[in-house]
């Protein structure tokens, strides 16, 4: 195998596949990259069996050269060490060359590095999946919808499928739902053309997230295609590929209330600002729990007490508040996450009792839910 | 107490004095914040009795008013929740009063901390040091000394008096030194006027680090006071005092080689990148060693290897080889630190043989010197 290529090139597709690569795999080649040369470009794949990344580099890509001397082959390299020693490689072009003794070299300038491989043959053969039925989304709203839902999944393995998020595919409508069961997040949105449909889908949330991290955001297409068990997402350039969770997804429509008692219009950023205070001094006990009272039909009191350190207590300004009086505790921590998800400056927040679950929606009615359970504080 | 004042300067000297507290003090008290109110200005203070730190905001500045309605007093304050508070309340004025039970009030727009306070009676006397005797220097100058020194203190408690930084005042000559005992770092700078001389004085390299951290990069005067046990440095606006370390400082003057066998100039910032590259293979390792070999009068070749990972090798121009050939292993760690510490575009490294400490100066015969001890490789 040899190849010569552009070094901000291959840390851009090393910085991608090293997102999947752990340290803890019990399958050790799994802590290696492959790296395989074809006359049409180079892939590079990182994986720790839960999600495999590969990323290609087109060996031309609209009439630009990228890779230049290609000899085809393929080599799995320690990812310990393969980032830094191209990052900090003197010179812009770099010349990757790897023998029959599964030595590969690196050179770039005067330097030259020679490192072990291993056999890209043992490293394990990634599940191909069928990509016929599939769908196409811009990737920035992808990466909204995980921003917006994802925060929500559990991180307790107690019920491992609420560490997932749900997706469901239904009549061209795509609606992620995510809850650790004190809390929930939903969004829907349309989507044009699906040829597929699915019912329940639960992505390990870790997946989703890792995904995020290395998607550009911008409205360029990708692709979303589900088998049993495996989801890949696919870009110009790159193959995300995750297992799905296995079990049932609890039925979370039920949550909902239908109803609301109170009822008010608040301004998302002093919502988010002045709770974040008041959650200042419970920063120590595990709920960190606000108390939120109405004060007549326009002001909303924010308080919070720490019995050895203080009280703290503002009062925020909304549009009319409908219905009843209400005090409500909550945790400010899932507060503070739902009103960050939901990125519009005004929302909308419907109350059905002290103890019962309460809504924030964008003003904007916008399909985004989120819906925090209050804390008992008697 | 009572006073109003802008929350960005308040922030900025809280900032300041948290540098000298620590959650692990034997004495409660320190775990927080002193707040004292003179009509004349404010002063904060920190301390975990081995540094303490004052910072003052006068009540007026150079015609601008800082603070308002002065009503004198003092307080302690938890020093955990402080500095958070006041960065995030809602607007740039804040109003701080406490009554006679301790408590302490901050106002903010609408917003309302009411936080328990504790008697500052009971916070430690700080020393006070006669302040007669002293020196100046530029603040940037200081901080120069510090950086180019400090690191080069032993980490290890087994032999204390090396987790300082030796200073010395001799005949208006300022003198820095460092050693953990496998390298040293030191530097001379001139000093105008000093109405004091100190021929040997310790400084935990932990204060020098904090004191830099707090140090503005200017070049205004910093004034340094030296008692039996305690050290001041003054600004403006700040006293930053930390207790010396008692025992014998080494004498280093002798681990200075007096003549050179090997000898080359070369380009600081080539020769740091080509350490950093071959340090890469080995940083497993806890010495990270590279060996560095001369190839004729031009060249230096630098290699690492580590058995399992692989080699590296680079060979890089240097200006004419003095004297013997040479063959030297040492600490990647050590020298990379070293050539940093120069901040001059060339340096000259000088060998008297492969077993014995080299010497790193700056090309300009600018008094900064480091030493490195090699290791051995076989």
Excluded at 148 to 156: I, L, P, R
């Amino acid at each position: 195998m040899k190849f010569i290529i552009q070094r901000d090139q291959l840390i851009a597709s090393i910085q991608d596949v090293m997102k999947a690569i752990s340290t803890r795999t019990v399958i050790p080649i799994l802590t290696g990259v492959k790296i395989e040369a074809k006359q049409h470009g180079i892939t590079l794949t990182g994986s720790d069996s839960d999600i495999s990344i590969e990323s290609y580099i087109p060996a031309e890509d609209d009439g630009n050269v990228n890779i230049e001397q290609i000899q085809e082959g393929s080599i799995v390299l320690q990812a310990k060490y393969f980032p830094d020693i191209i990052r900090k490689l003197p010179e812009k072009i770099v010349e990757i060359e790897s023998d029959e003794h599964l030595k590969l070299t690196i050179r770039s300038g005067k330097a030259e590095f020679n490192l072990n491989g291993q056999d890209a043959e043992e490293y394990p053969q990634l599940p191909t999946l069928q990509t016929d039925d599939s769908f196409e989304m811009p990737t920035d709203l992808l990466k909204n919808l995980i921003k917006q839902t994802g925060f929500a999944v559990s991180t307790m393995e107690t019920r491992p499928i609420l560490t997932g998020v749900h997706m469901n595919l239904k009549d061209n409508i795509l609606k992620f739902t995510a809850t650790d069961s004190h809390r929930l997040a939903s969004r829907e949105i349309p989507v044009k053309d699906a040829n597929i449909q699915f019912p329940s889908v639960v992505v390990p949330g870790k997946s989703l997230n890792e995904l995020n991290k290395i998607l550009d955001d911008n409205d360029a297409p990708i692709e979303v295609s589900v088998t049993n068990n495996q989801i890949l997402f696919r870009t110009k350039h790159l193959n995300f590929m995750s297992r799905l969770l296995d079990g049932n997804y609890p039925e979370t429509s039920r949550l909902i209330p239908e109803q609301s008692k109170t009822a008010f219009h608040v301004k998302t950023k002093e919502l988010l600002n002045t709770i974040d205070r008041a959650s200042l001094l419970a920063k120590e006990e595990r709920n960190n729990v606000v108390r939120m009272t109405t004060q007549g039909d326009k002001l909303v009191e924010i308080t919070s007490n720490s019995p050895e350190v203080g009280t703290v207590s503002e009062e925020i300004t909304v549009q009319s508040i409908e219905g009843e009086a209400l005090t409500i505790s909550f945790s400010s921590k899932y507060m503070i996450d739902a009103l960050k998800a939901i990125e519009y400056e005004e929302v909308k927040i419907e109350f059905t009792g002290a103890m019962r679950p309460f809504i924030i929606r964008p003003a904007n009615e916008d399909p985004i839910l989120q819906l925090i359970l209050p804390v008992r504080t008697y």
